[in-house]
């Protein structure tokens, strides 16, 4: 009870930006739920016009801390075990994550490698996802 409390608190800037952004989702005309101990946010005009951004801009699913932002609700049935390993990684990294992401995303496109496919939280996130009981 105690880690878990720690670990909400740990990823809580992040969460709190996610909060923000789930926000705004709602004011377009989002839906959120509880799942697994996260708040998901989904559709609206918000997911529509993410959806409708260029590659590789446009994406389907974010994580920001205990926040996943969806394009879709289907979007997000489908993202789910990928998005909460991303979930993960910000319990144990809390506000270090996104400078972190951003540098292993640099990295591997200095190296010629691809900018989002190539970065280690997204392997670590695709990899976990496709094993089984995810």
């Given at each position: 009870?105690?880690?878990?409390?720690?670990?909400?608190?740990?990823?809580?800037?992040?969460?709190?930006?996610?909060?923000?952004?789930?926000?705004?989702?709602?004011?377009?005309?989002?839906?959120?739920?509880?799942?697994?101990?996260?708040?998901?946010?989904?559709?609206?005009?918000?997911?529509?016009?993410?959806s409708a951004l260029p590659r590789p801009v446009a994406?389907?699913?974010?994580?920001?801390?205990?926040?996943?932002?969806?394009?879709t609700r289907e979007a997000l049935d489908e993202l789910?075990?990928?998005?909460?390993?991303?979930?993960?990684?910000?319990?144990?990294?809390?506000?270090?994550?996104?400078?972190?992401?951003?540098?292993?995303?640099?990295?591997?496109?200095?190296?010629?490698?691809?900018?989002?496919?190539?970065?280690?939280?997204?392997?670590?996130?695709?990899?976990?996802?496709?094993?089984?009981?995810?």
């Amino acid at each position: 009870m105690i880690l878990r409390l720690l670990a909400y608190l740990w990823a809580a800037p992040a969460t709190a930006l996610g909060m923000l952004a789930g926000a705004l989702a709602l004011l377009l005309g989002a839906r959120v739920r509880r799942e697994r101990g996260v708040l998901e946010f989904s559709g609206g005009e918000l997911g529509q016009i993410i959806s409708a951004l260029p590659r590789p801009v446009a994406f389907a699913g974010i994580t920001l801390g205990h926040v996943i932002l969806g394009t879709t609700r289907e979007a997000l049935d489908e993202l789910r075990d990928h998005e909460h390993v991303h979930v993960r990684q910000y319990e144990r990294w809390g506000v270090f994550l996104l400078p972190a992401y951003l540098l292993s995303s640099c990295w591997q496109a200095a190296r010629g490698r691809g900018f989002y496919s190539a970065n280690r939280f997204e392997r670590e996130a695709r990899e976990a996802s496709e094993r089984p009981n995810a």
